[in-house]
């Protein structure tokens, strides 16, 4: 893992006081910290962008003598990397905000669950687990709350991509293998050890600190209407300044582009090799829930890329990453690669490359979890915005 300092704009994260989401959260009842949660509008960061409140609502509201805060820091997309700096430099904010959570729908419990490719974090949290219950910040009757009491483990992943899917990683840390499961039941009512579940992004967890400490209103007042807030993003690929950057939602990727430092851009995967290729005539686009959503992960292709070698680079992965318990995602990610191999060679007619594009628009509706029904958006994008390129090379191969 390399130890260079990532590049980043100032983070919100860095100015925030120490411990005062949870000091104002736990001076509130249960119902005013959802409330706060709720003013906010803050949408879940780990891509699906779902209402934060409204998932601890639920499982505040779900009756059990256990309930359990899971910290999803599986981090596994492709070109994400925000979360590995999150928690390198601000896992007491994400604490914090797995606390109050703990707070809020009523659990003793919280796991981080931590991709296995970062096992050099794990000695970090642990230290700082162990620093907050000797300050009283984790364990019994936290910052005196008589009553309340949270505290927190760490477990492992083991690098599948798949488990960062909120059930997947829920069967993971059952103990099972790692694969999603039908829902409902939702894990808010039936999660780990079919106990009420939350499972929420780092970021997620972060930001519900500083809003319970500076308050809904705060948040709410920067971004755009549906797309509360300042969001991370992972930004790699072509250009000067690759790194983590902190920004509203709403700002258009001309204008993340420029911030970055780059130049002659021909496309940008926006949301991780299971987002969308957006191409250059579609960058006064805006990053929102309302536009093109995502989990903060933009990389930059230059004019010299050629985008079937990033589609089947892409497919390649998510070969390697599908469960293989859905035939759509199973079967059809390999079809697709094939396809797209064939491609490549100059081998593939309109009519077998209209067949790969339904088959993706198959495996989208008919796959089993966000892993298969999102592995043919990269491809699928792709070929539409990039069909001249990919078939002038077929008529360059057929000549020849
Ligand atoms: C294949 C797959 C991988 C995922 N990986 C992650 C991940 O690494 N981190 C994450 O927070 N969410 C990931 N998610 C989304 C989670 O299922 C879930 O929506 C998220 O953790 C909820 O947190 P949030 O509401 O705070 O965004 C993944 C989803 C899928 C389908
Ligand atoms: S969509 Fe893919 S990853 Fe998800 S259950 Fe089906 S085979 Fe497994």
Redesign the pocket.
């Given at each position: 893992m390399s130890t260079m300092k990532t590049i980043t704009n100032t983070l919100t994260f860095s100015s925030v006081e120490p411990d005062a989401g949870l000091k104002a959260a736990l001076s509130k009842s249960r119902a005013d910290v959802i409330a706060e949660l709720n003013a906010s509008n803050l949408k879940?960061?780990?891509?699906?962008g779902?209402p934060?409140s409204v998932?601890w609502n639920l499982a505040a509201a779900a009756k059990s003598d256990k309930k359990y805060v899971v910290c999803?820091a599986?981090?596994?997309?492709p070109g994400t990397f925000k979360d590995r700096l999150i928690l390198s430099d601000y896992a007491n904010l994400v604490i914090e905000g797995m606390t109050i959570a703990g707070y809020a729908i009523g659990a003793k419990t919280g796991i981080i669950y931590l991709r296995g490719e970062y096992s050099y974090l794990r000695g970090p949290l642990t230290a700082i687990i162990a620093k907050r219950r000797a300050a009283n910040l984790l364990g019994a009757d936290i910052m005196g709350k008589s009553g309340f009491a949270f505290d927190i483990i760490l477990r492992m992943g083991a690098g599948a991509?798949?488990c960062?899917?909120?059930t997947a990683l829920i069967e993971s840390l059952e103990g099972h293998r790692g694969e999603s499961r039908n829902r409902p039941p939702f894990p808010v009512d039936t999660g780990l050890m079919g106990n009420p579940t939350i499972?929420?992004?780092?970021e997620?967890l972060a930001w519900a600190a500083c809003i319970l400490g500076k308050g809904g209103d705060w948040f709410k007042s920067m971004g755009t209407e549906k797309s509360a807030g300042r969001k991370l993003f992972s930004v790699s690929g072509d250009c000067a300044r690759p790194g983590v950057y902190e920004f509203p939602l709403g700002i258009t990727i001309q204008e993340l582009l420029d911030a970055i430092g780059a130049e002659d851009v021909k496309a940008v995967q926006v949301g991780g090799a299971s987002g969308h290729c957006v191409p250059a005539g579609q960058f006064q686009r805006a990053l929102s829930f309302e536009d093109i959503p995502t989990g903060g992960s933009m990389i930059v292709f230059g004019q010299h890329r050629d985008m079937l070698d990033v589609a089947i680079n892409f497919l390649d992965f998510f070969v390697e990453e599908s469960c293989g318990q859905c035939t759509p995602c199973r079967e059809g990610n390999e079809k697709l690669l094939e396809g797209a191999l064939l491609l490549e060679e100059g081998r593939c007619s309109m009519a077998y490359l209209k067949d790969l594009c339904a088959l993706g628009e198959s495996m989208q509706l008919a796959s089993k979890?966000?892993?298969g029904q999102s592995s043919a958006n990269a491809f699928l994008s792709i070929v539409k915005y990039f069909k001249d390129e990919i078939l002038g090379r077929t008529a360059v191969a057929q000549a020849g």
């Open positions: 879940g960061r780990g891509g699906a779902f934060t998932k999803n599986d981090e596994g997309e991509y798949v960062g899917e909120e499972v929420n992004n780092v997620t979890c966000g892993l």
